[in-house]
Structures are given as C-alpha cells and as structure tokens.
C-alpha cells in the first residue's frame, strides 16, 4: 500500500486497519497467521519535509515459552512514534543507516526514504515484527513454574547457573 507522503494535508491522516481490510489481506500471516485478528490504527503528520508515524498496532501471536518450551499465545501491543525523512539521494561515501532506533522508547525512530512514496504496508509489517518479545514466556507465571523440568538431584546453586558446569574442571599445568 503505497501513500504519497506529500498529498497528505496539514491536518494529518488518520488510517484504520483490521483483519479484514483489504489493503492489508494477508500481509502479516507470516508474522500473526492466516486469520489471527489484528487492530492497527495510524496517524499521520507533515512537520515540514518530514512527516510523523504515530499509532498502536494490537494482535497476539503463538510463540514458544523460553521457559518451559510449551506453546503459548501472546498479546502484541505496540506503540507507533516514527519521523520519516524525505531526502534525496545520498553520494556513495556518505555513511548513514536506512532507520536509527532511539534506545529511549519515548523518543520517535528516524527512518530516511529517497521520494515521497511510503510504503505503509512494509512499514507495518516491521513495526508489528519489532514488537514481538526478545524471550517470550507464559502469561500465566504459576502455569509457566509447574510446567519447567526440576531435577531433584541438582541442588541450587550460588552464583550464575553457568559456573556449575566449571565446578568439576581440573587445571593442570605443563
């Protein structure tokens, strides 16, 4: 779904999308699957020669707990806050990254095109696949504890857990 970024009025442009919109048929069955409902609502600005992105996209997504290894359903909820800048094309020995992600999660992304023509649709389908999580785990945190595999033998240890497997190891010298 391609938006011509500069016929967009001072006032903004507001877009809703569900699963059944058309523009989006499909677009995000690799990342949510087929028929998995989803809400997405965008807004967008011109600030000048760049425009802002702001809006909230809402689903849930099947993933695999990194605790116990069950099937699980998580909710995505992600917050929009992007400025696009227009800018023409950069000479070859310019340095500079196609999207800057500010580690502050307040602040807006910074992502630079060369025309006008903004692919909403691409756009999207990446903001919906960076909200997903980095170690997905159950909602439920009981169901999740009863579920993960105890060895009765293995006591707990002190320290981090990857130091346990060193205990054994004997250093000899040359």
Same mark, same amino acid.
């Given at each position: 779904m391609l938006i011509d970024l500069k016929s967009i009025d001072e006032d903004g442009k507001d877009y809703n999308f569900d699963e059944l919109s058309d523009e989006l048929l499909g677009a995000f069955s690799d990342l949510i699957g087929e028929n998995t409902a989803f809400k997405i609502q965008i807004e $967008? #600005?011109?600030l000048g020669n760049t425009f802002q992105v702001m809006g909230t996209v809402a689903s849930e997504y099947d993933e695999v707990c990194s605790k116990c290894g069950y099937d699980v359903s998580l909710p995505l909820k992600a917050r929009i806050n992007e400025i696009v800048v $227009? *800018? !023409?094309? #950069?000479? #070859?020995?310019?340095?500079? +990254?196609?999207? #800057?992600?500010?580690? @502050? +999660? +307040?602040s807006p992304a910074v992502t630079y095109i060369n025309d006008s023509c903004f692919d909403l649709k !691409? %756009?999207?389908h990446e903001m919906m696949a960076t909200g997903f999580a980095d170690y997905p785990q159950c909602v439920d945190k009981k169901l999740c504890e009863s579920r993960q595999f105890? @060895? =009765? +033998?293995i006591s707990p240890s002190k320290?981090? =857990?990857? %130091? *346990?497997a060193l205990k054994g190891i004997k250093i000899t010298n040359h």
């Open positions: $967008i #600005r011109p $227009i *800018e !023409e094309q #950069r000479p #070859r020995n310019t340095q500079v +990254s196609q999207s #800057r992600q500010n580690f @502050d +999660s +307040s !691409e %756009f999207l105890k @060895d =009765p +033998s320290g981090h =857990p990857g %130091f *346990e």
